[in-house]
Structures are given as structure tokens and as C-alpha cells.
């Protein structure tokens, strides 16, 4: 396996989107109807989606610097003209897509991003199209009551399903895996499992469907990557968990809380990383936007980093993807530290 992983490369498996910016004045509240702002055109069909977005920001990040990690992306293309823009963009950032497969039954995946131009903020809402239901030939099965078999992607045109051994034979080129939710959950369990076996390093972004995760996912996966927001949705899916009279733990609450100010608790955010702990995770990494980020290590070490201040006179403009570039500056950085 290390002779096969000589050469550093990263897979990044996950969705696709072809996204549509609307801009507005402030996100709506419930029930509320919101007007485009007028002075600002809306976007169509710009490349995103976790996975791409993560992939093109590795391949950025990694021209950027002296070691050049090869990057490759797996997913699946919509039937739809846009699955030509996303292929575009990942191939033009050097992105290999040989591993990728195109549904014949499904659109591409749709982000509809609301975003407010003076602030960055934004908010989305992600129709799923091919990266839920393209994956049939890895035994992802979404043929739901009251639709036909034949509704299925590729189960007509793909008998079989990929082994375990097929999917080994296809991350074990890679120094790398990273992950994200916007695909279905058996796809990165089958994905993380094989990386396990092979001892290539895993990376599991929470960020996309809100969903309870297996024990032997957070097992599979070095990194388990939420936001603040994802750290509490998907901790709340497990059973409560003391704080243990930890005095490594107080210390960190101590130091970390006065740097972060009241708007986040961080005894909190601490109580979820350990219950995700306790329910398989190793090393527990939070993002929190401008607070920076947290790293709570599975042998209970605690980091925190701050995030780089903006220079002066410049503004946040768009917070899209910004979590996705964290979580590619992460796997670079993690890759060519292991190169050392
Ligand atoms: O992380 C940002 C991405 O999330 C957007 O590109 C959107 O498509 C959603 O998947």
C-alpha cells in the first residue's frame, strides 16, 4: 500500500451543484415571502456543491505550494446540460474525474443559495438530484413505496453492485479521502471503510443532510469536521454526556471562553465533541466562522485556533464555501504534514 501511495493524492468523494445566488436584503424569518434585490443580478448555475467546491479548493491549494498532490473527485454527473459547466470546472483545476459516473435518470444537484451582499451571510437549500440518486451501482437503493424500480438509477443498467474489493482497488492509489454529507451516507461508510483497511486517512465534513451517523463511520474517519451548527444537530442524535471532572477540560473552557466571548458556550460545544467521542469519533475538529476553530484530539488534547483577521478595509462579501476551503486548507495541510 505505502509503495502504491508513493506519489500524495487526494480523493475527495461527495455531491455537486450547480448553484443560483439570490441576493436579498436579510435572510427571511418563517412564513416570510422576500423580494431579489434589485441591484444586484442573481447568479445561475455556478459550480459548487461540497464536494467540488472541496475538490477544487485541494487543487488550488495544492499548485499553490511546492508539493503537488494529485487531486481526483468522485461523484455523479447529472443528465443535464449543467453537468457540463461542473465538469468543466473541475477538469480546468486539474481535478481527475475518471472515477465519476453520470446518472441517466437524474438532474444534476441544485444549491439555491439566499445570500445578503453587505454582510456575506447566507443560507441555502439543496435539491439533491443525481449525488442522492446516482449510486446505485453502490448498492444505494432509493426506490422509494410509490415509485417503480425502474425510477431507480442505473438499476437497469447496472445488475451488479461494486465489492468491497472494487471500491478498495479504487482508494488505494490515494493518500487521502475526504468526505462530506451531501451524498448518501452508505456511499461514505463504504467509501471510510475501505480507507480504514487500506490506513489512508479519512476526513468526514458533517456539513449537508442532517442525519445520525453509525459508530463505524466516526470510527472509519480520522476528522470529523462540523460547524458549530452541525456539531449540535448531529451530537443531539446521541445520548447526553457529562463533562468528566477533567481538569485538561476546565482548563481548556478557562483559556478558550475569553477569547471567543459569550456568543458561543464552549463547555457546550466541548459536552458534543465528547459525546460524539463516546459514540465512535476520534478527532473532533469545529469550525466556528470568524471565532476560528477547535480541534479536540481523540487522546483529549484541545487546540484552539483563531481565525486570521480580515485586512483592514476589506469586507465579507460571500461566506459560500468558505467552510469547504477550510476543510481543503485542512487535508492539504494534513497530507503534507504526514510527508514530512
Ligand atoms: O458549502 C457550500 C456549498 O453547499 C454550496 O456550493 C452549495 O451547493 C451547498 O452544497
Redesign the pocket.
Known amino acids: 500500500g505505502a509503495e502504491r501511495r508513493s506519489s500524495s493524492s487526494i480523493l475527495v468523494a461527495g455531491?455537486l451543484?450547480a448553484?443560483t445566488f439570490l441576493p436579498i436584503s436579510r435572510l427571511p424569518s418563517s412564513g416570510e415571502n422576500l423580494t431579489l434585490l434589485s441591484n444586484v443580478q442573481p447568479l445561475v448555475d455556478v459550480p459548487?456543491?461540497?464536494g467540488c467546491?472541496q475538490a477544487i479548493a485541494c487543487a488550488k491549494l495544492s499548485t499553490a505550494t511546492q508539493q503537488s498532490p494529485r487531486v481526483a473527485f468522485l461523484g455523479q454527473f447529472g443528465n443535464d446540460a449543467v453537468s457540463e459547466i461542473l465538469k468543466e470546472a473541475l477538469t480546468s483545476n486539474n481535478v481527475d474525474i475518471k472515477l465519476c459516473g453520470k446518472s441517466k435518470l437524474h438532474p444534476s444537484g441544485r444549491?439555491y443559495?439566499m445570500i445578503v451582499p453587505n454582510t456575506g451571510e447566507v443560507s441555502?437549500v439543496?435539491s439533491p438530484g443525481s449525488n442522492f440518486y446516482g449510486w446505485s451501482a453502490w448498492g444505494v437503493s432509493t426506490t422509494k413505496q410509490n415509485k417503480s424500480r425502474a425510477d431507480d438509477d442505473d438499476d437497469l443498467q447496472q445488475p451488479s453492485v461494486l465489492t468491497d474489493e472494487q471500491i478498495e482497488g479504487m482508494v488505494s492509489s490515494f493518500s487521502l479521502l475526504q468526505l462530506q454529507c451531501?451524498v448518501p451516507n452508505l456511499v461514505n461508510l463504504r467509501l471510510a471503510r475501505a480507507a480504514k483497511k487500506l490506513d489512508i486517512p479519512v476526513i468526514l465534513d458533517v456539513?449537508g443532510e442532517d442525519r445520525r451517523m453509525d459508530r463505524e463511520l466516526l470510527q472509519c474517519c480520522d476528522y470529523l469536521i462540523p460547524n458549530e451548527t452541525e456539531l449540535e444537530r448531529l451530537a443531539s442524535h446521541y445520548d447526553d454526556e457529562q463533562l468528566e471532572d477533567d481538569i485538561t477540560i476546565q482548563k481548556a473552557i478557562d483559556q478558550i471562553q475569553p477569547l471567543i466571548g459569550k456568543s458561543l458556550d464552549v463547555t457546550t460545544l466541548l459536552k458534543n465533541t465528547r459525546r460524539l467521542q463516546k459514540n465512535g469519533a476520534n478527532n473532533v475538529l469545529v469550525t466556528l466562522g470568524a471565532h476560528g476553530s477547535i480541534l479536540v484530539t481523540k487522546h483529549s488534547s484541545i487546540l484552539y485556533q483563531p481565525s486570521c483577521p480580515l485586512p483592514s478595509g476589506s469586507s465579507v462579501v460571500d461566506e459560500?464555501?468558505a467552510?469547504?476551503c477550510y476543510r481543503a486548507g485542512f487535508a492539504v495541510a494534513l497530507l503534507q504534514q504526514r510527508q514530512c
Request: cysteine-free; charged content about 25%.
Open positions: 455531491s451543484n448553484d459548487g456543491g461540497k467546491n444549491g443559495v441555502a439543496i451531501e456539513g459560500t464555501g467552510g469547504d
